[in-house]
């Protein structure tokens, strides 16, 4: 259709430069003089003749869904190529008082994942070997890595690290997939050992792994013994000095001074007993369950912290955002954290107890909700870590990730004492959102969906997005000061967070006060 083509205006957000097809006169040239190229997946799109791209657009793609704009407006355009609309109407521009053409791209179909478990193929025969092979007991941090080992969360890791693997994760925070690709792994997943088991099994071809009650869990072949160098390894994953007072590096130097990787074979699915378990769904079987919602849109809400009402208005908006990208039925997995945590965070069980009752009461509006929990140990690593939040979790089929303000991050051990200028935090309270951002595969293989910041509204008496048009009116109400008013007894601001999630707080901060 040369004539429509001849009469549309293009304006392309490529280096800040833009371009107008040939035949636009320049009278509709000089309408478009300033624009803003945008992030994030949207960008805009401006025609001088809305109805002549519209009638394009219908004709020569009309399996896709689209919507005419109006003067003044300014409408979104999801995901859209640079050859559909580089001679159309263009890529990306923001002005004023220029007609605009919506298109929203057909939503792409939700992608198979792959989980690569490592449970034994013969458990019987495997259990019967395992008896007669040297042991090594873990601690419980190494049953955690052990369980996201075994499900498929650190695909396509096959068993604790090697030193080859613990390097390229150190250095390019990924590792060889087995087909000579290297995948995102940015935490390292190690064994350490002591000089004695070092000695016992230096020279075996396998040996046996327990749990602290003397269980046989796993066995562990092709063995790699390297030497586990911690002041390395603390530095390098957390980003400072490694006698720093951080409750990770401290579990570290409690470790031993060597560390054993190979291939593992695990016996049995990991369990708790802890009344938890129902929610431990492996990413095989979190992937069945999106299915079964018919979900053709699954985003992801890592946490370790109770959840309040600014957190269920994102859920809610994200799901409107979906939505209108053309999405017919988005889900939210709710993740909580399952792992270790230092001492000072909320535990698990109080914060399944907020979340089961938060969802009963509907504070997520009408969207679908799936509950469970990724096994991970917490490492408070920064943006090192936020990229294996992400990563992990692509085995269970998601397809949109929600990171916000220092996901992964602490309060500085030292205060930053040889820095006082950068402040409370440990790192940079936007770095985890930023990296992912530029991550170059894990931004092909997950959308990033910025966290909006809410605070509350005293006027409105509810929690809502930050409006700096006024901000007098909005209160932060940080994690110090709802602990306190927990432990006080002290009922918050109304709106602030569901009341039935709020009193299992209260029971929790007020028992811990009496211990």
């Given at each position: 259709?040369?004539?429509?083509l001849s009469?549309?205006?293009?304006?392309?957000a490529?280096?800040?430069?833009?371009?107008?097809p040939?035949?636009?006169?320049m009278?509709?040239?000089?309408?478009?003089?300033?624009?803003?190229?945008r992030?994030?997946?949207s960008?805009?799109?401006?025609?001088?003749?809305?109805?002549?791209?519209?009638?394009?657009?219908?004709?020569?793609?009309?399996?896709?869904?689209w919507?005419?704009g109006?003067?003044?407006?300014?409408l979104?355009l999801?995901?859209?190529?640079?050859?559909?609309?580089?001679?159309?109407?263009?890529?990306?521009?923001?002005?004023?008082?220029?007609?605009?053409l919506?298109?929203?791209?057909?939503?792409?179909?939700?992608a198979?994942?792959?989980?690569?478990?490592l449970?034994?193929a013969?458990?019987e025969?495997?259990r019967?070997?395992?008896a007669?092979?040297?042991?090594v007991?873990?601690?419980?941090?190494?049953?955690?890595w052990v369980?996201c080992?075994?499900?498929g969360?650190?695909?396509?890791?096959?068993?604790?690290?090697?030193e080859?693997?613990?390097?390229?994760c150190?250095?390019?925070?990924?590792?060889?997939?087995?087909?000579g690709e290297?995948v995102?792994?940015?935490?390292p997943i190690?064994?350490?050992?002591?000089?004695?088991v070092?000695a016992?099994?230096?020279?075996?071809?396998?040996?046996?792994l327990?749990?602290?009650?003397?269980?046989?869990?796993a066995?562990l072949r092709?063995l790699?013994?390297f030497?586990h160098?911690?002041?390395?390894?603390?530095t390098?994953?957390?980003g400072?000095d490694a006698d720093?007072?951080?409750p990770?590096?401290?579990?570290?130097?409690?470790?031993g001074?060597?560390?054993?990787?190979?291939k593992?074979?695990?016996?049995d699915?990991?369990?708790?007993?802890d009344g938890?378990?129902?929610?431990?769904?492996?990413?095989?079987?979190?992937?069945?369950?999106?299915t079964?919602?018919?979900?053709?849109?699954?985003?992801?809400?890592?946490?370790?912290?109770?959840?309040?009402?600014?957190?269920?208005?994102l859920?809610?908006?994200?799901?409107?955002?979906l939505?209108?990208?053309?999405?017919?039925?988005?889900?939210?997995?709710?993740?909580?954290?399952?792992?270790?945590?230092?001492?000072?965070?909320?535990?698990?069980d109080t914060?399944m107890k907020?979340?089961?009752?938060?969802?009963?009461?509907?504070?997520?509006?009408?969207?679908e909700?799936?509950?469970g929990?990724?096994?991970?140990?917490?490492?408070?690593?920064?943006?090192?870590?936020?990229?294996?939040?992400?990563?992990?979790?692509l085995?269970?089929g998601i397809?949109?990730?929600?990171?916000?303000?220092?996901?992964?991050?602490?309060s500085?051990?030292?205060?930053?004492a040889k820095?006082?200028?950068?402040?409370?935090d440990?790192?940079?309270i936007?770095?985890g959102?930023?990296?992912?951002?530029?991550?170059?595969?894990?931004?092909?293989?997950?959308?990033?969906?910025?966290?909006?910041?809410?605070?509350?509204?005293?006027?409105?008496?509810?929690?809502?997005?930050?409006?700096?048009?006024?901000?007098?009116?909005f209160?932060s109400?940080?994690?110090?000061?709802?602990?306190?008013?927990?432990?006080?007894g002290?009922t918050?601001?109304v709106?602030?967070?569901?009341?039935?999630?709020w009193?299992?707080?209260?029971e929790?901060?007020?028992s811990k006060?009496?211990?």
């Amino acid at each position: 259709m040369p004539s429509v083509l001849s009469t549309c205006l293009g304006v392309a957000a490529a280096q800040s430069q833009f371009f107008v097809p040939a035949g636009v006169p320049m009278v509709q040239q000089q309408r478009v003089q300033q624009f803003m190229p945008r992030t994030y997946g949207s960008e805009m799109v401006y025609a001088a003749q809305p109805e002549a791209a519209y009638a394009y657009a219908q004709n020569e793609y009309p399996e896709q869904s689209w919507s005419e704009g109006s003067e003044g407006t300014q409408l979104p355009l999801f995901q859209m190529s640079a050859l559909m609309f580089g001679a159309a109407a263009g890529y990306a521009a923001f002005k004023p008082k220029v007609s605009a053409l919506t298109v929203m791209a057909k939503p792409t179909e939700r992608a198979t994942p792959t989980a690569k478990e490592l449970y034994a193929a013969d458990k019987e025969a495997t259990r019967k070997e395992a008896a007669g092979l040297e042991a090594v007991t873990l601690n419980s941090e190494a049953m955690e890595w052990v369980h996201c080992l075994a499900e498929g969360w650190a695909s396509p890791l096959d068993g604790f690290m090697t030193e080859e693997q613990y390097l390229t994760c150190m250095h390019f925070q990924m590792v060889d997939n087995g087909e000579g690709e290297m995948v995102p792994m940015s935490v390292p997943i190690l064994l350490p050992i002591t000089d004695d088991v070092k000695a016992r099994i230096q020279d075996k071809g396998a040996v046996a792994l327990k749990n602290e009650a003397g269980d046989i869990v796993a066995v562990l072949r092709d063995l790699d013994i390297f030497e586990h160098r911690k002041e390395e390894r603390a530095t390098r994953t957390f980003g400072c000095d490694a006698d720093t007072n951080h409750p990770y590096i401290e579990k570290i130097f409690a470790e031993g001074d060597w560390c054993v990787g190979g291939k593992i074979e695990v016996l049995d699915r990991v369990t708790y007993n802890d009344g938890m378990d129902q929610w431990r769904l492996s990413p095989k079987e979190l992937n069945q369950k999106f299915t079964e919602l018919d979900a053709d849109a699954v985003f992801v809400f890592q946490l370790r912290n109770p959840v309040h009402n600014g957190h269920a208005l994102l859920m809610q908006d994200t799901a409107r955002r979906l939505k209108e990208m053309g999405y017919k039925k988005p889900v939210l997995w709710l993740s909580p954290l399952g792992g270790w945590t230092k001492d000072d965070d909320v535990p698990l069980d109080t914060r399944m107890k907020q979340h089961q009752a938060i969802i009963k009461n509907g504070v997520f509006g009408d969207t679908e909700v799936v509950l469970g929990i990724f096994p991970s140990p917490m490492l408070y690593g920064g943006p090192r870590e936020v990229q294996w939040h992400a990563s992990g979790r692509l085995p269970a089929g998601i397809t949109h990730y929600i990171v916000g303000r220092d996901p992964a991050g602490m309060s500085h051990p030292n205060d930053h004492a040889k820095q006082p200028g950068l402040g409370d935090d440990l790192y940079n309270i936007w770095h985890g959102q930023m990296m992912l951002g530029l991550n170059p595969v894990l931004k092909k293989k997950v959308e990033l969906l910025p966290f909006k910041f809410a605070s509350y509204d005293t006027k409105a008496e509810k929690m809502d997005f930050f409006d700096p048009a006024r901000k007098e009116d909005f209160q932060s109400i940080s994690g110090t000061k709802m602990r306190k008013m927990a432990a006080d007894g002290t009922t918050p601001p109304v709106g602030f967070m569901d009341p039935e999630g709020w009193e299992v707080l209260v029971e929790y901060y007020q028992s811990k006060a009496k211990a």
